[in-house]
């Protein structure tokens, strides 16, 4: 019996879509470690014929033995003691016995056997092409390298280009999604989760809705035993040989290092290192690169941000509490050290939130203009020579039309000082652009003024629950 399914209806139902075709069906699965990949493959397979093999970190010989044990069992129940010396018998195998039969057959963890047969691409290639193309078999081959899946699977030189009929990139939950797991939670606590967890499912399912949102804070972070107290740890040592040199990276931009020479003041390493880690960091999905959006070629605008809001929580606040915890006095450390700071924490998530919000309703009647694109402005104002940013600005690109958006997530409310500083910004970004609407959001609604003028001064005013 299968848990609750949250979630992941549009991947759930292009695999659907998929199965109910008659043909030989192959779909790439991928995505960074804990996303949910697995747990998607088995809501979409439990109720069909399927056979699973989720391949190990070893030997070859290993996962020919799992490998071959799955199949003998599905097509020959029973029967037992058959070795395997080469992958292509098992998968002969499969050709011999499938017959006309409806079947899913699903490779977890793919990059783990082509690490350990470097030929089980080609070997499967020629296996799709003699026989699988004209058998109803809906292979799934899933994997968490997601840069092994992109250059050595979905590339034109990889064995298989050209067999996949689709493929599947999963991608963290945004904001809306992630507030189903906690759904008894206020917006505020909602948005608080999704801030600590990046909205990768792992995390998300690991917050019991049961339990009030500090003391799952606790329980996850702040304990000894926590599932998330060495997680960032354990994730790089998975992934990279050297992981104390990234987990300095990480550090340093987690506190703030977001262009390459401030992480190389912090860590002191090389810029070829520095940039060589990165690029590892940004494949594996726990740190991105962010542009100015009207300036996307302008590399001195460049930054790197984490994208993982677990590892962002961590690295700013656990170091510190780490001989609280080993003396399990970690609930005391995070209810005076960390709960008062988790406002300003949020403060460039509900940033990324509000963005989110603006393409999400990018095409409602109550939007001044179709955004096509959301992101965030840095630059210099000319008319008083000081550095500046706008948290929101969404384009319409066909229009010319811009959105100019101030984001506070704080209890106080957004009174006319702020607004007035948002539209001292007019005419920052690009002059092709004719700003629409300005939008304020706000944790701590928004001062009577505003209210009551915010018509004819074209402002709207979206409070968190109106982002739910």
């Not at 939950?173 to 967890?197: H, R, S």
């Not at 005076?336 to 990324?352: A, N, Q, T, W």
Request: aromatic share 10%; with cysteine; charged share 25%.
């Amino acid at each position: 019996m299968l848990g609750k399914f949250i979630g992941r209806k549009n991947e759930l139902q292009s695999l659907e879509n998929a199965y109910a075709k008659d043909t030989f069906q192959m779909c790439i699965i991928y995505g960074r470690r804990r996303i949910g990949k697995t747990t998607l493959i088995n809501e979409f397979i439990h109720d069909k014929e399927h056979i699973t093999f989720t391949a190990i970190k070893g030997s070859l010989n290993r996962n020919l033995e799992l490998f071959g044990e799955y199949v003998v069992n599905y097509f020959m129940p029973g029967i037992t003691g058959i070795k395997f010396t080469d992958i292509k018998d098992i998968l002969n195998i499969i050709s011999t016995n499938i017959g006309n039969k409806k079947l899913i057959i699903v490779i977890d963890e793919l990059p783990y056997l082509a690490e350990a047969d470097k030929s089980f691409l080609s070997l499967l290639q020629v296996e799709i092409d003699n026989c699988w193309l004209t058998k109803n078999i809906f292979l799934i081959l899933s994997g968490s390298s997601v840069s092994f899946i992109e250059n050595e699977v979905l590339s034109s030189k990889s064995p298989i280009y050209g067999r996949r009929t689709m493929q599947i990139d999963l991608k963290p939950f945004d904001y809306i999604d992630t507030a189903m797991f906690v759904p008894d939670y206020t917006a505020e606590e909602k948005a608080i989760c999704y801030g600590l967890t990046g909205g990768v499912a792992k995390y998300i399912s690991m917050f019991d809705s049961g339990k009030s949102m500090d003391q799952n804070i606790i329980d996850l972070f702040f304990t000894p035993s926590g599932f998330l107290y060495e997680e960032p740890h354990n994730l790089l040592v998975q992934e990279f040989k050297n992981a104390p040199v990234y987990e300095d990276v990480i550090s340093a931009v987690a506190n703030g290092a977001n262009k390459a020479v401030e992480i190389k003041d912090k860590t002191g390493l090389e810029n070829a290192s520095i940039h060589n880690i990165l690029s590892h960091l940004i494949e594996t999905r726990i740190i991105e690169k962010t542009y100015c959006i009207t300036e996307e070629k302008n590399k001195k605008k460049i930054q790197y941000v984490l994208a993982d809001g677990m590892f962002r929580f961590w690295h700013i606040f656990i170091p510190r509490a780490v001989p609280a915890i080993e003396i399990n006095n970690g609930h005391n450390y995070y209810l005076r050290h960390v709960k008062p700071k988790l406002h300003e924490y949020m403060g460039e998530i509900f940033e990324k939130m509000c963005r989110h919000y603006i393409l999400l309703n990018a095409f409602s009647d109550d939007m001044p203009c179709s955004v096509m694109e959301a992101g965030k402005w840095n630059g210099t104002n000319p008319k008083n020579r000081e550095q500046t940013d706008i948290d929101v600005v969404g384009l319409d690109t066909e229009s010319n039309k811009a959105i100019l958006g101030e984001c506070k997530f704080r209890n106080a409310p957004i009174d006319k000082s702020i607004l007035d500083d948002l539209m001292a910004k007019n005419g920052l970004i690009d002059r092709k652009y004719i700003t629409a609407a300005y939008f304020l959001f706000s944790l701590g609604g928004f001062s009577n003024w505003i209210l009551e003028n915010k018509e004819k001064i074209n402002v709207r005013t979206i409070t968190l629950e109106d982002m739910y």
